[in-house]
């Protein structure tokens, strides 16, 4: 199953990919194009280059629909009962959605060269790019269902991924060319990271009902992992860690806040301001140290600082 899904999306990928670079320069007014089915399959190209694609042929009724303006190139893919729907708007715009197994995905593509991409074996994947160069990536590889949700605007960059079984959530939410990328690695979980103000960085990874947020802004790095191996950045798949809540906030260029956490019901926090250092874990010394006049604060089973 998860196969043919990975097929589908190769193949209305490399259909993109023919009629991107098939473009020439000499384009009259852009144009719109979409597409629907229920059961059947539906290419369709408008002289500027503005494009649409629609499968819906494997294991229908199915529910495949597409809309493409501005020169965008959109594409929606499904099997089993499943729906996708793709909407991209201007040049070089690209949108994707892949459903299969009763999964639903949406992904949305606005402005210049922006992409975003879903796939859904089941349960709900939505991808909204918006902004010129912005990047949204949302993915369930297995059948045990879930919720991925990734948003980039303004030339950020933005992906939420379950890769492994048990569902759970993973939402990243990107602005301002920051990047936010959130994971759900097994056993369920909530994994939520948030980006804003370039060269921000926001990770956050869960494992096995583990819940970890991540929020970095004004240049600054946050990184929380709850059940997750350290490094947070090195993301995790293979932990047997039990439930527990890891949380970092971090702001201000150069600054770096972690949370990890592994125990069962442990809770970590970590914040980090003006560019400070905090770094916190259920089986470690916490470390702070303060920049700038900002706070550096950890509060966990290991000790607190500031």
Do not use: W
Not at 53 to 75: F, L, Y
Not at 225 to 248: E, F, H, I, M, Y
């Amino acid at each position: 199953m998860q196969t043919r899904i990975v097929q589908m999306g190769a193949a209305i990928a490399a259909l993109l990919l023919a009629l991107m670079v098939a473009r020439t320069e000499a384009f009259a007014a852009s144009d719109y194009e979409s597409c629907s089915t229920t059961s059947t399959n539906v290419n369709l190209t408008n002289p500027d280059g503005t494009a649409v694609i629609c499968e819906a042929a494997i294991g229908p009724p199915n529910r495949a629909t597409a809309h493409a303006s501005d020169q965008g190139v959109a594409g929606s893919g499904t099997a089993d009962g499943s729906k996708a729907k793709s909407s991209a708007s201007g040049v070089g715009a690209e949108a994707t959605a892949d459903a299969q197994n009763g999964g639903n995905a949406t992904a949305t593509a606005l402005g210049e060269d922006a992409e975003a991409a879903t796939l859904a074996a089941s349960g709900a994947a939505k991808a909204t790019a918006k902004g010129a160069d912005s990047e949204a990536d949302a993915s369930i590889d297995l059948t045990d269902g879930g919720k991925a949700i990734a948003t980039a605007a303004d030339g950020a960059e933005a992906t939420a991924l379950i890769p492994s079984g048990g569902g759970g959530n993973a939402v990243a939410t990107a602005k301002d060319a920051a990047e936010a990328d959130s994971l759900v690695a097994g056993g369920g979980g909530k994994a939520t990271s948030v980006s804003s103000g370039d060269g921000s960085s926001a990770v956050a990874d869960a494992v096995d009902g583990g819940v970890a947020k991540a929020t970095a802004s004004d240049g600054a790095e946050a990184g929380a992992g709850a059940g997750a191996t350290t490094p947070v950045r090195r993301l995790a798949r293979d932990s047997t860690a039990a439930k527990c809540k890891a949380t970092a906030t971090g702001s201000g260029t150069g600054g770096d806040a972690e949370a990890y956490c592994e125990n069962t019901a442990s809770v970590v926090t970590a914040v980090a301001t003006k560019g400070s250092i905090a770094i916190g874990s259920d089986t470690a010394l916490p470390t702070c140290t303060p920049m700038n006049g900002g706070i550096a604060r950890v509060k966990s089973p290991m000790g607190n600082c500031d």
